[in-house]
């Protein structure tokens, strides 16, 4: 529980530092815009956990759907509508916190209530979904630190204004700023905010 708790805290910390223009910006072309993943992150974690191993109800299929699939946005276009990722409807900073925090919510009864340990069952044995949505987020730490706009070359124009004056403003949680809780994957990433 408690690390699952950790790794959503680092990802509100970590799209709270973008600016609204990097938040839909898509740095990387090959990928989806930064938009994405604040509402991929919890997705997965719900349609994993609640949905596929829990045989949990929907929060909003549409979200679920926006934010099921990974990295390539092709796929989740063709899923949505054949338009290319960069030309979809991106849904407003609100909504996709309002939906994290619903996932988040269910993840959690879930994670405190649920029996997620089922000898024999295909995504609950030993406890397989829990570490495969902890992994994944995890995982998605680094990845999110690689876009120009939370690098040190980018932060001028990435980082939202409340975050470009503080120190350590792009090292949310890592041992670069003293945190104790910061693993290898986050120590390695902490090269690349300086």
Excluded at 7 to 34: E, T, V
Excluded at 41 to 57: E, M, R, Y
Excluded at 169 to 176: D, H, I, P, Q, T
Aim: proline content about 7%.
């Amino acid at each position: 529980m408690d690390r699952y708790r950790r790794n959503r805290a680092r990802s509100r910390q970590l799209f709270a530092l973008l600016s609204d223009d990097a938040y839909y910006s898509q740095p990387i072309a090959l990928r989806h815009p930064i938009v994405f993943y604040e509402g991929h992150l919890p997705g997965f974690s719900f349609n994993t956990l609640v949905k596929k191993a829990l045989g949990g109800s929907s929060i909003d299929p549409r979200l679920e759907s926006l934010f099921a699939r990974g990295i390539d946005p092709h796929e989740s276009a063709a899923a949505l509508s054949q338009t290319p990722s960069s030309q979809l409807q991106w849904p407003v900073r609100e909504v996709v916190r309002a939906f994290a925090a619903e996932a988040d919510r269910l993840v959690i009864d879930a994670l405190e209530h649920a029996d997620i340990e089922r000898p024999g069952h295909p995504v609950l044995d030993r406890g397989e979904a829990v570490f495969a949505i902890l992994e994944h987020e995890e995982m998605h730490h680094e990845t999110l630190l690689a876009p120009p706009a939370l690098r040190p070359e980018g932060r001028a124009s990435g980082l939202s204004a409340a975050h470009r004056k503080r120190p350590c403003a792009g090292a949310v949680g890592l041992r670069s700023c003293g945190s104790r809780d910061a693993g290898r994957r986050s120590h390695r990433a902490s090269v690349w905010l300086g």
